[in-house]
């Protein structure tokens, strides 16, 4: 069983960065692993993933502006959020694929997610 927490939401001006932190309890250096974001009356839509071999995809909406990478070593992924806009507000949450499909449906693990508010 794999537990993700993420960290390192917050409240941002328009513009400014925040760096997301998401720790696995397991050992995830094989499974594709993912961001998420959620806003208030919206469904939850994909940010970014990265694959075990550091493979990387991101929404039209956040390339050029977020970078995911991760840590094998340390089972943590990060997402590194800059020139952030009020249209960024959502929390967030990352997730885990065991099969290493980018698929939604192929997540099996999720964090409790973190809340980003951006600011005007």
């Known amino acids: 069983q794999v537990q993700l927490v993420e960290s390192g939401g917050g409240l941002v001006q328009a513009g400014g960065s925040l760096r997301l932190s998401c720790a696995a309890s397991?050992?995830?250096?094989?499974?594709?692993m993912g961001w998420f974001r959620q806003a208030p009356g919206k469904g939850r839509e994909f940010v970014a993933a990265?694959?075990?071999?550091?493979?990387?995809d991101y929404a039209d909406s956040v390339k050029g502006r977020f970078t995911i990478s991760r840590d094998n070593a340390k089972n943590t992924m990060y997402l590194q959020m800059n020139s952030l806009k009020r249209e960024d507000t959502a929390v967030y949450y990352c997730?885990?694929?065991?099969?290493?499909?980018?698929?939604?449906?192929?997540?099996?693990?999720w964090g409790q997610g973190t809340q980003v508010t951006v600011s005007s």
């Open positions: 397991g050992r995830t250096f094989s499974y594709a």
């Open positions: 997730a885990a694929s065991p099969r290493g499909s980018y698929a939604v449906a192929a997540y099996d693990y």
């Open positions: 990265i694959s075990s071999s550091g493979s990387k």
